[in-house]
């Protein structure tokens, strides 16, 4: 049912509440003041009540709002939720809300329904009470039964009109309650405000950042110090990489410099400014963050682009100039060939968070909207981490292309995607514990050293177990042509059989040899054999 119906209907009940006891006192007001009593006990019931059913009322909402929340994260990432088979644990998720909600809901009936029974038992009551004293009336003389009847029905349908307000105040507290926590988001005042038009403005910044003994605490986790006394100088212009194990507080130095939040102590300057200083969207204006997961909307690759755009001069400019300066971050950005081999071009609709597209397409497009209003300081948080390496080699070089000429913030987990850097920081626990180029830390010896290595040792063994696997693949090919070979003929001009080289560089004669070296030696090497070769020597011995 609509508001202004619901409005309407209360109105209605407030004015023939309001009609009728000025009806009533005016054709008897003593016999009005009698049948008085019961109006004091039905506002109580109703007051008890409907404060009661209005807090049950925004329990039920807040537990149906938890419902939908869990329903609106599952359909939207529903192809994980059926990848790792959690559909019937969500679904009960879902289920335990409903029925919170649901038991909620019965408190509620329950209140409902002894609010109306007490309600029609004052009516009733007031009926006995109005006939027994209104006879007494009659009596005496001093009133008719005309008289009883018409204050006797002007109070009670003024009286029992008020019932008619207790289903919409369940309603107007549904509605309270369901923009309770809209009003408290629109009226709440943040302590970092984008919206607020105050703080300065420099023009001609240059990306010098400068952070001076800052420390931080998130709020959700006052117990935790994820920054401790941090004092780093990030030059402009320059490749600045931050590495460090996870939850040592890399991710969280952007955040700060996005003024996601504020530190707890010291101060992070650009330029001289304290970013406190500055106001928010001018100082957002200078950055461009490129994250490990880029978030792409549902439209097409030039509206998701020029969305870059928000906040600068581009975002007014004709539709001619921001055509050209979206296709020129793309040849950046190393996107521009692929978006055009697409069907529709730039207009090629990418998705609901761009899942048409493959991680390193959505990357790049990251990157040339990020890269599309010319920043001052180029933000990038772990951007290839997520990527094979051959879309990671494509992506790292549009990313050192973007980052030429602008400062340039890099999170990186892969070390070799850093080894040109200007300076290259390690935090460990909070605190920067090395600096310096590549080479100065390897020399140093010290944990960048030790993370270099432990990344080289894994690099190896991967590529030692690659190459493991390709080897005994060739070496069955060789013996494979070893087992044709015996029953064919050599002619004049080929190598014989047994000095014959596999891939590997390995003659088939060395490999019988080490064959039999382990039998005779009682070794037993296991030889795989495929199932067209077991046929053929299940086949050759039958014969």
């Known amino acids: 049912m609509c508001i202004d119906l619901q409005v309407s209907i209360t109105l209605q009940a407030a004015g023939t509440f309001v009609s009728g006891f000025v009806i009533a006192f005016v054709r008897s007001w003593k016999f009005t003041l009698i049948l008085f009593c019961i109006l004091p006990t039905m506002l109580l019931i109703f007051g008890l009540g409907g404060a009661t059913v ?22 939207s990432s529903i192809r994980t939720a059926q990848a790792f ?18 038991k909620v809901g019965y408190k509620k009936a329950v209140v409902l329904a002894c609010m109306f029974a007490g309600i029609f038992t004052l009516v009733y009551l ?67 405000d984008s919206l607020s038009q105050e703080g300065e403005r420099p023009t001609g910044l240059q990306g010098h950042i400068e952070f001076k003994n800052v420390s931080f605490i998130y709020p959700s986790r006052p117990e935790v110090t994820v920054l401790k006394n941090v004092s780093l100088n990030i030059p402009a212009g320059k490749f600045t990489a931050i590495v460090g194990a996870s939850g040592s507080g890399k991710s ?19 330029d001289g400014y304290d970013i406190k200083s500055l106001n928010l969207r001018h100082l ?62 730039y207009q090629t609709v990418v998705g609901e968070r761009g899942f048409l597209l493959s991680g390193g397409q959505k990357q790049r497009i990251a990157i040339a909207r990020a890269v599309v209003s010319d920043p001052k300081i180029l933000l990038l948080d772990e951007a290839t981490s997520a990527l094979d390496t051959a879309s990671e080699r494509v992506v790292q070089e549009a990313l050192d292309t973007a980052s030429r000429e602008r400062t340039t913030v890099c999170i990186a987990h892969r070390l070799s995607t850093i080894k040109n850097a200007d300076n290259i920081v390690v935090i460990t626990r909070g605190q920067i514990v090395e600096q310096g180029t590549h080479a100065e830390l390897l020399a140093l010896g010290g944990v960048y050293s030790g993370l270099v290595e432990a990344q080289r040792i894994s690099a190896d063994a991967k590529e030692g177990t690659e190459k493991g696997i390709a080897e005994a ?19 004049g001009d ?5 000095l014959q080289r596999t891939k590997t560089g390995r003659s088939i004669g060395s490999i019988e040899g080490e064959k039999s070296d382990f039998q005779s030696a009682g070794i037993v090497k296991e030889t795989k054999y495929s199932n067209f070769q077991l046929f053929r020597k299940v086949y050759s011995s039958s014969k």
């Open 252 to 270: 969280t130095i952007i955040q700060l410099l996005e003024r996601f939040y504020d530190p707890v102590e010291g101060e992070i300057t650009l």
């Open 473 to 491: 693949e060739e070496e069955e090919d060789a013996l494979d042509q070893l087992v044709r070979g015996k029953s064919g003929q050599q002619t």
């Open 85 to 102: 088979g959690t559909e019937e644990r969500l679904a009960k998720q879902y289920d335990s809300n409903l029925d919170a909600a649901q």
């Open 54 to 75: 209005a807090k049950l009322a925004v329990k039920v909402v807040a537990e149906y709002s938890s419902a939908a929340t869990v329903a609106e994260e599952v359909l």
């Open 126 to 192: 007031a009926y006995g009470l109005a006939f027994w004293e209104g006879s007494r009336l009659i009596a005496n003389n001093e009133l008719n039964v005309g008289l009883v009847l018409n204050v006797l029905f002007a109070v009670i349908i003024s009286s029992f009109s008020l019932s008619q307000i207790a289903p919409r105040i369940e309603n107007f507290a549904k509605a309270s309650g369901a923009a309770q926590k809209i009003f408290q988001t629109i009226y709440r005042v943040p302590s970092i």
């Open 494 to 498: 080929e190598v014989p059989l047994g």
């Open 284 to 345: 957002r204006a200078q950055m461009s963050l490129v994250s490990q997961e880029p978030v792409l909307f549902a439209t097409s690759i030039y509206e998701n682009i020029c969305h870059g755009m928000i906040g600068t001069e581009l975002e007014h400019a004709t539709a001619d100039i921001k055509r050209q300066a979206v296709e020129r971050a793309c040849v950046m950005a190393n996107a521009d060939q692929f978006i055009r081999a697409l069907p529709d071009d």
